[in-house]
């Protein structure tokens, strides 16, 4: 006698496979997630660390070749610019512009910081205020020389 079977198609239902694609995209979110918040974080390291390098070489260059040197802050154009003064420092080596990430923004009007020739003074002392991701930074310039503190 002749048994007859009945075959299943075997394969997976709609609701099966759009469950595992929406734990597949829920999954592949969070690095992605995770990933803007290092990049801000990187950043903003990046910048105080390029803040850092550019404040102590404007003062080397103040102290060891006799130049005076400026530091401009300009908010509005989201910039600081570092440059040794003088008609015959337009080209400088030292002469550099340092932009702000979008996670950083300064605080306050615009500002010049001098630094003397000879002894790398600042001629006169206002605070730096930043607002970041972490929330305020402040660079302080001690009174009577060039030292600075990033907290």
Known sequence: MPVFTI???E???L???LLVLVIISIITTFPVMHFSQLKKETETQLFFESLRSGITLIQNEAVLNNQWTTMEVRPTNRLIRFRVTGKDNNHH??????DLPESISLIGTSKEY???SGSGNLGNINKLKFNTIHGRVTVSFQMGSGRFVIE
């Open 15 to 17: 609701l099966e496979v």
């Open 7 to 9: 075959k299943k198609d």
């Open 11 to 13: 394969g997976f239902t």
């Open 93 to 98: 080596p030292a002469n550099h512009i340092l």
């Open 114 to 116: 001098s630094f003397s």
